[in-house]
């Protein structure tokens, strides 16, 4: 769904839907009967009206992740509730200098947001260059992953799942399992890749295939770099060209360890997965005389702008008396979310440097809705070069500091771990732009 005259308007409904996935109908939860939902394609300047009609039983919302738009109002607000069978109506107004990119949209209703991605709800946005890169083809691939019982339904979380952070034991692309692509020896496909798993870390590998990544997030490198490997955590995208070279090669996940909960909880978390997405490249295909990738203007390094606040946010996890009891804590700063509290007051126009320490055993990727941070440091050593976005890593028992530049909008939004059992457990904050 692409806009036009610089707007796009489209319906979605949520709903728990029969799907066909690996050849079995199975019970999700969907956008529009399908899962992923909609692909929504904007330029920035553009306008996205997105009419949301609740069909679940649980409350719910739509957020669009990573987008530059206004936190307030019938805008990207976390603080909407659609109540179970209403609707809702939003408008978002994309600033005519919004980064091009790959973003997503997801619900976001505090509680609910785990179950409701992992059921199925996510899809893809694009915000299109002002110019294209040459490539062959376009395409999207939304990784998500889900486990199904015998009978076909998603089983509800433990309360050992909930304190790792689920993962699915099906790894999908675009919800098919091992699905195949075919091109052409020395076409260039655009790969626009969502980690819309709900915990899973992916480490991408797609051997036998030239990979050149163009960026992270909203974030461009200067110059495109080629790559063996992409990782991503949950809730980052990566914006890649692939090459094709003549052969069959396999999209897998590489084994990534995001910690364990705890000494005597045992279960580590450590993920490996084969996603078995063949890419066959068959060499009888025009060979097209591949343009050069053009070069993109530098991002404002926030290293060399002055600081005007610093701050401190702690990510601990606990445990109160047995884990049957469900007594975990996930908190930041020692307290767990509460809509009623203001965590994080900023100032129109600063420059905010923040400390973010994880001390506990399992990773935590920080996102912060609207704008968009740096990492300068990771545990003390300087990074090389900084690039925008929006989920940020932060390993097991260390310490990243990322700055962040508060040059537009005002109101009230969050920032919380993007391993979404820990967002509804509570590692979740407000913030408030003045
Ligand atoms: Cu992708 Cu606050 O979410
Ligand atoms: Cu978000
Ligand atoms: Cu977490």
Redo the contacts with the bound molecule.
Sequence with gaps: LRSSNGVLTVALESSSQHVSIAGRDVRALSYNGGVPGPTLRVRAGDILNVSLRNGLTDPSNL?V?GLHVSPENNSDNMFVTIEAGDSFDYQYELPNNHAPGVYWY?P?HHGFVADQVFGGLYGAIIVEDPEEIPATRERVLVISDITFDSSGTIPTATAMQKMSGREGELVLVNGQLSPTLNAGAGERERWRVINACTSRFLRLRLDGQQLTLLGIDSGRFESARDVDEVALAP?NRADLLVTGRVGTSTLRALPYDRGATGGMMGGGTSTSVDIALAMLVVADARITELTAIPDQPAPNDLRSVAVTARRQLVFAMGMGGSMRGGMMSATINDRAFDATHIDTTVQFGSVEEWTLTNTSTLDHPL?L?VWPMQIIEQDDRPVESVIWQDVVNIPARSTVRVRVKFDDFSGRT?Y?C?VLDHEDAGMMGIIQAL
């Design positions: 957020h992740h997801h976001h809730g996102h809705h969050v919380h993007h």
